[in-house]
């Protein structure tokens, strides 16, 4: 059985998401259909990514460490919050087709960059090294299950 890591995926997907967002910036002043599209796919995408850490991930890591108030999730869900309130900061001016949101996006894709980064170098490698290879699929079973964040 070929092994799957939390930390391979979860990588993956953030790169994935990172295309979406930088499709949506290219595109916002030539194509706003295209933009919106990329954009949607990006918030979507992004609000299903944190649920599947809020749900899934994060409650395995604090049961298998003990680590909860204080710990690295509890960092993680904080920088969630920060990340969803300038994702919807984009996606007002989005709505009014506003092209002028770099600044907002700038402020996104700085928390995004840091908080990917502390995910892929600490908080994923901590998981798939304490998760046996039965709990890491019991993870990918349970995502097929969140298709999309609550406020897609």
Not at 104 to 132: C, F, G, M, R, T
Request: glycine share 4%; net charge negative.
């Amino acid at each position: 059985m070929d092994e799957k890591k939390v930390t391979t995926f979860y990588t993956d997907d953030h790169d994935k998401l990172d295309g979406y967002f930088k499709c949506f910036q290219k595109t916002k002043r030539q194509d706003y259909a295209q933009s919106r599209e990329c954009f949607e796919k990006f918030k979507s995408g992004l609000h299903r990514h944190i649920a599947w850490e809020e749900e899934i991930l994060f409650p395995l890591f604090e049961e298998k460490t003990g680590m909860t108030d204080g710990g690295p999730t509890f960092v993680m869900r904080e920088e969630h919050r920060q990340i969803k309130a300038l994702l919807e900061e984009v996606h007002k001016k989005v709505q009014r087709r506003d092209p002028e949101s770099d600044q907002e996006e700038q402020q996104l894709w700085e928390v995004l960059k840091q908080h990917n980064h502390k995910e892929e170098a600490i908080l994923y490698p901590a998981i798939d090294h304490v998760a046996s290879d039965e709990e890491r699929e019991a993870v990918f079973e349970k995502m097929k299950t969140i298709q999309s964040g609550p406020d897609s």
